[in-house]
């Protein structure tokens, strides 16, 4: 395996476990899936659980092999990262998941806008959520009312494009 | 028309954002399939007749259109603008599959066509008629291969109502479900199967073009378009049509629902309509109201009957 | 009236100046509208199919190609400058395309698509015109067993996009098939890790998976090395344009493309993403340098953005011949087509030449047109790259999530959208590559269901793999592809393989 030129240090040797420790529970997952699936092959003899079980038995394969390579290789140094931008990006998506339906695409997408910059250091979001929210308009204008893209409407939409 | 000015009222004063008149109807089927057809069909007519300004299709194939009802029904709610297509598939489907969706979870407003289903071979294949293929079923079912839509639909339950029809043990046929009416179609012509079942209206242009064969139909009378037999000429006891419906969201206002049917009504009745079935070689089989609903009842509580009857619902 | 003379009229008519600013105002929404990250063809294309309704038909047909055209080849370009595949078929692109643009070599990496696109579209087309029917013949030729010879090629030519590590390569793309039993079984109708939830039912949706590992793991991994940490992205590093040694690398991939992409974008069950994995992969098998695909290898956007043009004008052959869409966008195309009154099915050619040959020369023209329109927006689409980076995957984001909400605005599948973003990411940081994730959700069911039709067919008789030229033919080549590489590094150590990969040619 070419993994060796780790001089710049790509994976921890704990990395190794905890994806082999996922492996093997996603194979459990299909395994069980697979088997409680009752066989309706047919005349193909293999049925809908088969390839679940399949995949399983490749994941845990994997799983080992993750274990192997992690045991042998030790630990690797990460590149250093930063939890703030990440928690940023990930809050900015969830609000909007969460406030599309009441607000509407333009005002759940500007603050997903805001955030995001914010994660890459404009943190001033007075500046930011404006030029978010402005953006997303021209974007539901464009692609809702131009093009017919059915986009959620909520109190902006309403009040700029008509009901 | 005074129901859709009201519903259109009505709509407005909710501040709904869609204008009643814009629809978007869902196609739970792949591209290409009848559901597909008639979806493109009624977006084609509604806008050209004026009836709506602005028509949507949405395709979401799988499972016998219970994946796109499942869909529709949770994601639809009191939204008057959203038609789904339907149809005697979705019905055994839902039994099939197990489905936690019903049509009782969506607004069904009216049977739009119905369509014999057509049991047909390439050109190249040496089955002459139904009899010579009901043989060979016979000395060995699993030898013919059939190609047609999701298991346990409208295709799958006439195999397996032939099969029952001339003794043959139903849940030894060898059915092989393709996801959309296209790639069976391309399964039937490159001789990859033995025999395809699938809408008439599918099989019609490739049959005129003679590269394929009809061997028989699935409805009690002839199908206009072809002289192959029905089944029941044939001396099998099978009568299937395949009827296609229009739902609408569930919870919806009798105001909305009104507006709906109405406009479903103003399509049924108007000449592009016509014009478009009989191109399409559909039957016009419209049926709404309190009667369609009597009617889906009755349906719903046969096709349980012959899915426990094939071995496909326990 | 010979085929010639009928394309010869078409184009004359298509000439009119009139006609051709119809195909210029096509194309330019096409890419304007294509080159959005995450809207992919398929989206393009309805959305701005109603647009041509009212012009005259000639106008019409001609606007509605250089839309199609348009918004094939407007994903490329986020995808080579920003890492965004907005759809499977420019996946492989940008595994290429972003290491070049990263290097300052976005120009080239834009050209060679663009004139990669262009070189395809124009011998596609003119294969639809006269192949056609020769081709549909051969298409209906491939079965459940073809097809699934044809994944298992597909399979193994995944590999070239494994990067460094073999295991890392294999987990990904376990991980993908395991993601993609989720979902209804097409064969049975009985449902498999869906636990339940009626969105997941419908399975994971591919756009959304390569979006949310793309686009959106992509900006938290840039994000979360924080401001110092950065390597300088180069917006321009030496000449724009390709240079000599660019073109010589270039010509032979878009012909090989060609040749590959047409041929499996006419097969019913084919693709042009599946014409683009196999594409990338013999690239990688034939290239004289191999130690640079992963690092930006033009043969790398070359062969598959031909390869999917190719696919993409490859559809229109069940199409038109058969009266079969075999893809989304070919759906809707089919409902664009009736609108002017053309009824595809299998006597189209007889019935309606004219239509046909003025579909054929509108294709043409727009193909033209595309290049016109994007070999000088090249230095433009470059400068994307110094937008600061706040606002840029700002409007990524904004983007990448608004295809998403247009097409499916579940919270399920806006859920997904951020839960494979934070996969994306983690898989980035611990160098898992992401490519094969989506392959094997692409691939999967594909060979799964033509497996499980092929024994069914053949009553469960497995020797049906291998009882047909092709498909014998077909998992040969495979296992040599798998094969020979394998046992020659464990002859060489490696040593072999490139000398043997730099002298075949």
């Known amino acids: 395996m070419s993994d060796q030129k780790n001089a710049d240090g790509r994976r921890p040797g704990g990395a190794a476990f905890f994806v082999a420790a996922l492996l093997a529970a996603l194979g459990c997952l299909l395994l069980w899936q697979g088997l409680s699936i009752p066989d309706k092959g047919g005349y193909a003899g293999i049925g809908s659980g088969d390839l679940p079980i399949f995949i399983a038995i490749c994941l845990w394969l994997l799983a080992a092999a993750h274990v192997w390579k992690g045991m042998r290789e030790g630990s690797h140094r990460l590149p250093r990262q930063e939890p703030l931008p990440v928690l940023f990006i990930v809050g900015g998506l969830a609000m909007q998941l969460i406030l599309l339906k009441p607000l509407g695409f333009s005002i759940a997408s500007g603050l997903l806008f805001a955030c995001t910059a914010a994660a890459f250091g404009k943190r001033r979001i007075h500046i930011s959520l404006p030029i978010g929210i402005g953006f997303a308009l021209v974007v539901y204008g464009v692609f809702d009312r131009l093009l017919q893209l059915n986009l959620p409407a909520g109190v902006l939409e309403n009040l700029i494009f008509g009901g | ?314 | 009236m010979t085929t010639f003379d009928f394309l010869l009229q078409g184009l004359g008519t298509a000439l009119d100046p009139m006609i051709l600013l119809y195909a210029l105002i096509g194309v330019t929404l096409g890419t304007a509208v294509g080159v959005l990250p995450g809207i992919g063809p398929a989206l393009t294309v309805a959305l701005l199919l109603p647009v041509t309704y009212g012009l005259d038909p000639a106008g019409s047909l001609i606007m509605f190609a250089g839309i199609y055209y348009g918004g094939m080849y407007g994903g490329s370009t986020t995808s080579i400058l920003l890492n965004t595949p907005g759809e499977s078929a420019s996946i492989v692109t940008a595994l290429e395309g972003n290491q070049m643009a990263r290097a300052g070599r976005g120009g080239p990496a834009l050209a060679t698509a663009a004139i990669g696109s262009f070189v395809a579209g124009l011998l596609a087309t003119l294969a639809l015109a006269f192949l056609a029917p020769h081709i549909v013949k051969l298409a209906l030729v491939f079965g459940p067993r073809e097809y699934f010879a044809l994944m298992v090629l597909a399979f193994v030519t995944v590999s070239a996009a494994f990067g460094d590590s073999t295991m890392k390569g294999l987990t990904s793309l376990f991980v993908g098939l395991a993601l993609a039993v989720v979902g209804i079984d097409g064969l049975t109708g009985q449902a498999r890790l869906s636990f339940g939830v009626p969105q997941l039912l419908d399975g994971i949706e591919v756009t959304t998976l390569a979006v949310a590992m793309f686009a959106v793991g992509e900006a938290l991994f840039v994000a979360a090395q924080g401001a110092g940490g950065q390597e300088k992205v180069h917006a321009i590093k030496g000449s724009v344009a390709m240079t000599r040694a660019d073109w010589a690398r270039s010509w032979k991939p878009w012909l090989r493309g060609t040749a590959i992409g047409f041929p499996i974008g006419a097969m019913p069950a084919g693709g042009a993403d599946i014409a683009s994995f196999l594409s990338y992969g013999t690239e990688k098998r034939m290239t004289r340098h191999p130690e640079e695909f992963g690092h930006g290898a033009i043969e790398g956007v070359a062969g598959p953005e031909a390869a999917n043009n190719a696919a993409a004008a490859g559809t229109l052959v069940p199409l038109l011949t058969l009266g079969l869409p075999t893809t989304a966008t070919a759906a809707i195309m089919l409902a664009g087509f009736q609108q002017f009154g053309l009824q595809p099915g299998p006597l189209l050619f007889a019935t309606a030449p004219q239509l046909v040959w003025g579909l054929i020369a509108s294709l043409l023209i727009a193909n033209f047109m595309l290049l016109v329109l994007n070999l000088p927006l090249i230095r433009l689409w470059v400068k994307l790259l110094t937008i600061p980076r706040p606002w840029l995957y700002a409007g990524i984001l904004l983007f990448a999530t608004l295809g998403t909400i247009g097409v499916n605005p579940s919270p399920v599948e806006l859920s997904m959208l951020m839960v494979f973003g934070l996969m994306g990411y983690f898989m980035r940081l611990h160098g898992y590559p992401i490519a094969p994730v989506v392959v094997g959700l692409i691939l999967g069911p594909m060979a799964e269901q033509q497996l499980r039709r092929a024994l069914s067919i053949s009553q469960g008789d497995w020797t049906t793999l291998v009882s047909t030229p092709l498909s014998a033919g077909l998992l040969l080549v495979a296992l040599l592809a798998l094969v020979v590489p394998a046992f020659l590094r464990w002859r060489g150590k490696g040593a072999v393989l490139a000398q043997i990969a730099g002298d075949e040619d």
């Open chain 2, 1 to 314: 028309m005074k129901h859709t000015l009201l519903g259109v009222a009505l709509a407005a004063a909710l501040a709904v954002p869609a204008v009643a008149n814009d629809y978007m109807i869902m196609a739970p089927a792949a591209p290409g399939g009848g559901w597909d057809g008639t979806a493109r069909a009624m977006q084609e007519v509604m806008q050209a007749e004026g009836i709506s300004a602005s028509v949507q299709v949405q395709n979401v194939p799988g499972a016998g259109g219970t994946v796109g009802l499942a869909q529709f029904a949770s994601t639809t709610s009191g939204d008057a603008s959203q038609l789904i297509v339907g149809g005697y598939v979705m019905v055994g489907a839902i039994l099939t599959n197990e489905s936690p969706v019903s049509l009782a979870d969506v607004t069904p407003i009216a049977r739009l066509t119905g369509e014999a289903v057509g049991i047909a071979v390439s050109a190249a294949s040496p089955i002459q008629n139904i009899n010579e293929l009901v043989e060979m079923m016979k000395a060995d079912p699993g030898s013919v291969s059939w190609a047609g839509g999701s298991a346990g639909g409208v295709d799958h339950i006439t195999v397996g109502l032939l099969a029952k029809a001339a003794g043959i043990d139903p849940t030894k046929i060898n059915y092989v479900a393709f996801s959309g009416g296209g790639e069976a179609l391309a399964a039937i012509l490159g001789n990859q199967v033995t025999v395809g079942i699938s809408g008439v209206g599918e099989f019609l242009p490739q049959v005129e073009a003679g590269t394929m064969r009809m061997l028989a139909v699935s409805t009690a009378e002839k199908w206009p378009g072809t002289d192959a037999p029905t089944l029941m000429e044939s001396g099998y006891d099978v009568n299937v049509q395949n009827w296609r419906m229009v739902a609408a969201a569930p919870g919806l206002s009798d105001e909305q629902k009104a507006a709906v049917a109405a406009d479903i009504e103003k399509l049924v009745n108007s000449a592009g309509w016509k014009a478009m079935l009989e191109s399409k070689g559909w039957a016009n089989t419209y049926l709404a109201g309190a009667d369609f609903d009597a009617q889906l009842a009755k349906e719903i509580e046969a096709t349980t009957a012959v899915l426990k009857d094939i071995g496909l619902v326990k």
